[in-house]
């Protein structure tokens, strides 16, 4: 699921979610998101093969259930 969703995110442009699941410390769900990051500013309607021509790298966030959802609470009001 990992490397599916770096080929995603780097081809869409657009961050990629991964299913919840247990972390082994806490046993809380956690998720992992993912982001692709480019050499260059690319235009909004770059083709696929464009951004993956582009791609530097990833950016990889992960959170516990708790604190992601507050983020995304915050960030719709």
Do not use: M
């Amino acid at each position: 699921e990992d490397r599916e969703n770096v080929l995603r995110a780097r081809e869409s442009g657009k961050g990629v979610l991964t299913a919840p699941f247990r972390l082994l410390k806490t046993n809380r769900l956690g998720i992992i998101l993912t982001f692709a990051v480019y050499k260059k500013e690319l235009p909004s309607n770059a083709t696929p093969h464009e951004r993956i021509q582009a791609t530097d790298g990833v950016y990889l966030n992960s959170q516990n259930s708790e604190s992601a959802t507050l983020c995304f609470s915050l960030a719709s009001t």
